[in-house]
């Protein structure tokens, strides 16, 4: 009875959510408690619920701060430098364009945040893609490659979702991926290096002098060449502080990665120094707070909501009943390797489901499975990352519209040409992850 109405709850979360009949904030609140009551436990619900956000509130924190530290860092300029010598060097050469395309992308995602990174990569790199008349599909196929990889920093939706519905430890899930991510960009820039080679084998080189020529009475370079950006964002560029910021961010890298102190306290510590430093003056740190605002809420909101979702779906039990009868079905012989199943079926699942049916509602399931064959849950969590790549063209995600608008193509003919790029992409990371023994085979 409990694995019937644990699989009922799931199927109905995700309806609502995938058919738009409620946000997955409302869904992830009001599904869990209505079943909860109607199997019987309305006087554990409060309980059930307290103790998942319990459990979820290092990740939350960590979220909010992450999202204001990398704000900070947008606001003031960080990444403006990068993008100026990126669009110098690549000149009129249509392979080093598509290359640097990949590294802009990969650099600015850094922050977790496709819409950003979308928004700068498109803006800097198209009018390079149209003066030589590239293909215009190239350019958001790279990108988009570029943020599928680097999506799975902590920071990022699917890796924070991931830790909440198993409610694991951040930095044993996602430090073991750093040279699986590694592998996966460097096959993200051999693809941009072949994608861009056959377009300079089609259109050739175009010198500086060709490049340089007015377009519509604007000089290419000039006006292309830099950031252009609103008198209201200008304010805020603090170009003399750019090697405090760079400096301050690797710091924060490197004690990420090292497990100095927990990732929460790491962010927190960086968001405050960062806006002290950029921003000393308190009206003005009150302001960046405030247009950043937006962001942390949708996602710390949904973090504590998804904790009244795994509250209840362990307290209740339905999780272990789902899981019994989910083993049922699986054969002995292939219970062992869940983590590749997983990590392939993610593919398919994370494509045709938002990230939140299918963390939320699919990957508790299979990891309470997988420890029935002494697969670790930490270890069927980094499997469900490695389809992203594949996740991020599905007509479920919001910023691919942005991204496909932008880059004015259509919808239908960009997934067609980018599926394999991204499949390959989740295939190579999968591939690097059992060689480097992140997930077992």
């Keep these: 009875m409990l694995a019937i109405l644990g699989f009922s709850m799931v199927a109905v979360f995700m309806y609502?959510?995938?058919?738009?009949?409620l946000s997955a904030l409302i869904a992830l609140m009001i599904v869990p408690a209505a079943f909860a009551l109607f199997a019987g436990f309305g006087s554990k619900i409060?309980?059930?619920a307290l103790t998942g956000i319990t459990d979820l509130a290092?990740?939350?924190?960590?979220?909010?701060?992450?999202?204001?530290?990398?704000?900070?860092?947008?606001?003031?300029?960080?990444?403006?430098p990068v993008v100026g010598k990126i669009l110098k060097a690549v000149k009129g050469d249509p392979m080093k364009i598509v290359v640097g395309t990949a590294v802009l992308a990969m650099i600015v995602s850094l922050d977790g945040d496709g819409t950003t990174t979308y928004m700068i990569t498109i803006s800097a790199?198209?009018?390079?893609y149209q003066r030589l008349k590239m293909n215009p599909l190239i350019l958001p196929a790279v990108a988009l490659m570029a943020v599928g990889v680097t999506n799975l920093t902590p920071w990022g939706g699917p890796t924070a979702r991931a830790a909440s519905a198993l409610s694991l430890d951040m930095q044993e899930l996602f430090n073991p991926l750093?040279?699986?991510?590694?592998?996966?960009?460097?096959?993200v820039i051999a693809a941009a290096y072949w994608m861009g080679k056959k377009e300079r084998n089609r259109l050739g080189v175009l010198s500086l002098e060709e490049l340089n020529q007015p377009v519509e009475g604007k000089s290419y370079l000039t006006f292309f060449g830099t950031a252009a950006v609103s008198e209201e964002d200008a304010k805020w560029k603090r170009p003399k502080l750019l090697w405090f910021n760079f400096a301050l961010t690797i710091a924060l890298m490197v004690m990420l990665i090292l497990g100095v102190m927990p990732l929460p306290i790491l962010f927190m510590l960086a968001f405050a120094v960062a806006i002290t430093i950029n921003y000393p003056n308190v009206a003005n740190q009150k302001e960046r707070i405030a247009a950043h605002a937006g962001n942390v809420l949708a996602v710390v909101s949904l973090v504590f909501a998804a904790g009244i979702f795994t509250g209840i779906l362990s307290g209740t039990e339905m999780v272990d009943a789902m899981a019994k009868s989910?083993?049922?079905?699986?054969?002995?012989?292939?219970?062992?390797?869940?983590?590749?199943?997983?990590?392939?079926?993610?593919?398919?699942?994370?494509?045709?489901?938002?990230?939140?049916a299918f963390y939320f509602g699919v990957l508790p399931i299979?990891?309470?499975?997988?420890?029935?064959?002494?697969?670790?849950?930490?270890?069927?969590?980094?499997?469900?990352?490695?389809?992203?790549?594949?996740?991020l063209l599905s007509p479920l995600v919001a910023s691919t519209y942005l991204l496909v608008g932008m880059a004015k193509v259509d919808f239908g003919q960009y997934q067609r040409f980018t599926l394999l790029w991204t499949v390959g992409t989740a295939v190579v990371m999968t591939v690097a992850a059992i060689l480097l023994g992140v997930i077992s085979l």
């Design 16 to 21: 609502l959510i995938m058919s738009g009949r």
């Design 46 to 48: 409060g309980e059930m």
């Design 58 to 80: 290092p990740t939350g924190v960590m979220l909010m701060f992450a999202i204001l530290y990398f704000g900070i860092m947008i606001d003031a300029g960080l990444f403006d």
């Design 125 to 128: 790199m198209l009018p390079l």
């Design 178 to 187: 750093i040279p699986v991510m590694a592998a996966g960009a460097l096959w």
């Design 326 to 356: 989910l083993i049922a079905i699986i054969p002995d012989s292939m219970g062992p390797h869940l983590p590749v199943i997983t990590a392939l079926a993610s593919m398919p699942f994370t494509f045709f489901m938002s990230n939140d």
């Design 366 to 391: 299979i990891a309470e499975a997988a420890s029935n064959y002494g697969v670790s849950a930490v270890e069927i969590g980094r499997a469900s990352l490695l389809g992203q790549p594949v996740h």
